[in-house]
C-alpha cells in the first residue's frame, strides 16, 4: 500500500504527463479541419510571447512544483505497514492482508472516475485541496485510530489521495501555453521524484540512525502534509481546463475564426464583401468535447500499436500494483523485524525509486522499430518479472527479497515512458488524456476483481505468500500471450518482406543497362511513397513496357525522389529528358 503511493506520484504523472510529449505538436496532428488550424493560429503567437517572456509563467510553475516535492515528503509511508503489524497497533498479518489492504483498491475505483471529471470541471484546485484534506486525515487516524473500520476508513481516504493525483498530472498544462508543456512537464515530473526519493531517505534515517518510534515518525509526516495542504490553499486558480471550461469559454471563439477563414477561403480577394459568421448555437452535452473524445476513443482499438500498449497498460500495470499493496507485508513476514532500527523499507522505496528514474530516462534512447518488435520485448520483460516473484515469493532471504523488488519496479518503469509515447504521439492532447484515464480505471476494475477473489475475507483470503504465487501464474500467463503475439508478428512481417523485397523471377532477362530488375512495388520510398509506379519499369528500347505517353512521365516526375538502382535512376533520366 504505502509503496503504491510513492511509486504512484511518478506513475500516474506518467501515463497522464506523458501526453506533453506530443502536446507541442498537437495542433499539427489534429484531423478536426478548419477549426484545428484556427486554433493553432490563435494560439501560436501567445505561445511564442510567453517564451519569450518567462516572467508570465515561471513563478507559478515554481510554486507548483515546490507544492507537489512538498506534498511527496511523507517520511512515515514506507512504515505504516510495519507500524500496523507492531506492538504499537497491533493488527495481526492476516487482519492487514485480508481485511484492511483490499479497501483502498474499491475505494480508488470508486472515487477514480468522478475525481477525473471534477478535476476538469472545477479547475484542478478544488480537487488539490481534497486531495490535502484526505492526506491530513490519514494520518490522524494512524496516529488516533485503532480499531479494524478506523483502520478501513483510512484506506478509504487513502483511495481518495490515489485518484486526486490527476489533477496535479494535469494542473500544470493550465498553465502555461503549449509550446512549453514539454518543458515544464519535465519540472513538475522531477519535483515529485526528487520529493519521494527525499521522503524515503528521511524516513529512513529517523529510524536507523534517529531510533524514533513509528508513532514519532508518524507525527513528522502529519506535519509535512498538513504544511501540504496549506500549500494548496495558496495554489492560483487557472481561467481554462481541458474539456469542459474550454468548451465553455473557448469553443465559440474557435468556431467563429473557423467560420471567418471559410468565408476568406470562398471571397479571397481583399475588396470582397465580408460577412458576419453566423451565430454559434446552444451546444448541448452531446456536442461537448468530452462526448466527442469518448465516441472518438473506439478509433483507438482500430490501431494495433495504441491497442498492444492500452492493453499492456491495463493488464501488467495491474499486477505491479497488487505486488506494491502487499510487497511490505511479504517482507514483515520474511523478515519480522524486532526493533524499528531493522526495517529498512524507507531505504529500498528510495533505491527502487532512483533505479526507476534511470530506467525512465533510458527507456528514451532506445531505438528499434517498435512496430515489430514491441510484443518480443513486453514478453521479455514481463518473463523476467515473472521470476522475480517466483523469487521473492521462495526465498528466505530479506535482502534477496529487496534486490527483487527494486528490479520489478525498474523493468516497469523502464516501459512506461515508452508506453506512453507510442499512445500519446498519435493522438490530440485531450484525447491523449482521455484514453489514459480509461486504461487507468480498467486496470483499477481488474485490479479489484482480482483483490476480491484472492485477498479479501469474502473471498479465499489468501496469506501473502499464496498471493504472490498467484501473481507469478498471472505475469506467466501474460508472458505466453505476449510471445505467441510476437511470434504472429515476425512471421508476418518477414513474410511481407521477402514478398516485396525479392527478386521477381518471371520478368524478362535484362540487357545491357539493365542487369538486374527487382521488384520495387512494395518498397517504401525516403519520403514515405511506395514505388508502385515504377515496379517494373526500364529504359525505353529494354523493355516493352515503358511509358511512351507525357501523363506516364508526369506521374513519375511528381515522386519527390527517384527509385533506387542502376536501371531505374537511368530512367528517370530519360523520363526528365522525354517530358522536356
Known sequence: MVAEDTAGSGDRSDGEKEMDQKASEDAERQEDGDVAMAATAAEAPSGEDEARDPRKWKWSVIFLCFYGFMVSIKPGEPFITPYLLSPEKNFTREQVTNEITPVLTYSYMAVLVPAFLLTDLLRYKPVLILQGVSQVIIWIILLLGGTLLQMQFMEFFYGITMACRVAYSSYIFSLVNPVLYQRVAGYSRSSVLLGVFTSSILGQLCMSLGNITFYTLNSISLGFVSFGLLLSLCLPWPKRSLFFNRTNQEEKELVEVATKSELDKMNPKDGGPSFAAPPCPASTWKDSVFMQMLLEVKNVLKRPNLRLWSLWWVFNSTGYYLVLFYVHILWNKVYPATENKNVYNGGVEAASTLLSAIASFTAGFVKIRWNVWSELVIGIITAVQAGLLLLMRTTNNIWVCYVCYVLFRSFYQFLVPIATFQIASSLTKELCALVFGINTFFGTVLKAIINLIFSDKRGLALDVHSQFLVYFFYFTLLTVVY???????????????????????????????????????????????????????????????????????????ELKYPPQGLSTMLFWDYCHKKNK
Open 483 to 557: 510471445f505467441a503475439c510476437a511470434a504472429v508478428v515476425i512471421c508476418r512481417h518477414y513474410r511481407n518482406e521477402r514478398r516485396g523485397g525479392g527478386v521477381t523471377r518471371d520478368q524478362p532477362t535484362p540487357t545491357e543497362l539493365s542487369p538486374v530488375v527487382t521488384n520495387k512495388e512494395l518498397e517504401p520510398l525516403s519520403n514515405g511513397k511506395t514505388g508502385k509506379h515504377h515496379s517494373t519499369l526500364q529504359v525505353k528500347g529494354h523493355h516493352p513496357r515503358a511509358p511512351h505517353n507525357v501523363a506516364q512521365i508526369q506521374s513519375l516526375k
